[in-house]
């Protein structure tokens, strides 16, 4: 069965509702334990100091804005799922730095230039209007601010893209059955990487938006692609 991608932003927040519980154990499964290295390689990029101001979207139960408040920056963890709100809370309580928000990515409820940085880790492609959600993340990023995405992308070497089509195809829905309360939203999301654009296209998509000096470089052999981009200083 092939997943439904015209889903409404309201059937997609109650599917992630759905999964928030188990959705960082699922996570750290699918990705045959390269989510905490992911994370580490995206606060890096980040590069968050000491009193800067962070947003993270589609932040989900908080796991990377956590990582990020550890550096010292003050977090904004912004998600529209209030179930994946609700589970980051209770999870994360213990960082006093860090503070959750429901949210649009595409009508973010702050000011413009108010953080320093903005990074989306695996949650650009499952927003309805992708290229609305970077001209925001744009507009609240301080000029000399950066731009940080994490997301799933398209092997650039044949050998590797043959290998992670099957374990798409065979072995994540093996995993999915057995440790998530919700198939189909893995489904969905499955699906929504497969039609997601190339490393070269999403970079195109960050220059259109605003963002200049932009750099990608590939992690688990291009399984998932780092994106960066500053906002041009005043």
């Not at 213990?94 to 000011?111: G, I, K, M, Q, Y």
């Not at 695996?122 to 609305?132: E, M, Q, S, T, Y």
């Not at 200049?212 to 994106?227: E, I, S, Y």
Request: with cysteine; glycine share 8%; charged share 20%.
């Amino acid at each position: 069965m092939r997943a439904d991608l015209s889903k409404r932003p309201e059937q997609v927040s109650a599917m992630f509702d759905q999964v928030a519980e188990r959705y960082d154990l699922t996570n750290d499964l699918l990705s045959l334990g390269n989510a905490p290295l992911w994370r580490i390689a995206t606060t890096r990029a980040i590069d968050p100091r000491p009193g800067e101001r962070v947003l993270d979207v589609a932040a989900g139960t908080g796991t990377s804005s956590a990582s990020i408040a550890r550096t010292g920056a003050s977090v904004v963890a912004a998600d529209f799922s209030p179930g994946m709100i609700d589970v980051g809370m209770h999870r994360q309580w213990r960082h006093p730095n860090l503070s959750f928000v429901e949210a649009d990515a595409t009508n973010l409820p702050f000011h413009d230039g108010e953080f320093d940085a903005v990074t989306i880790s695996f949650g650009l492609r499952n927003i309805v209007d992708p290229k609305a959600a970077l001209a925001e993340f744009r507009r609240v990023t301080r000029p000399g601010g950066r731009l940080v995405v994490c997301e799933f992308s398209h092997p650039p070497a044949k050998l590797m893209r043959t290998a992670y089509g099957i374990y798409q195809r065979t072995v994540m829905p093996a995993l999915v059955r057995l440790t998530s309360s919700n198939d189909d939203a893995y489904e969905y999301l499955n699906e929504s990487i497969a039609n997601w654009p190339t490393q070269r296209l999403l970079a195109g998509w960050l220059r259109e938006a605003g963002f200049a000096r932009v750099q990608w470089r590939n992690l688990t052999g291009g399984v998932v692609a780092l994106h960066r981009g500053w906002v041009p200083a005043a």
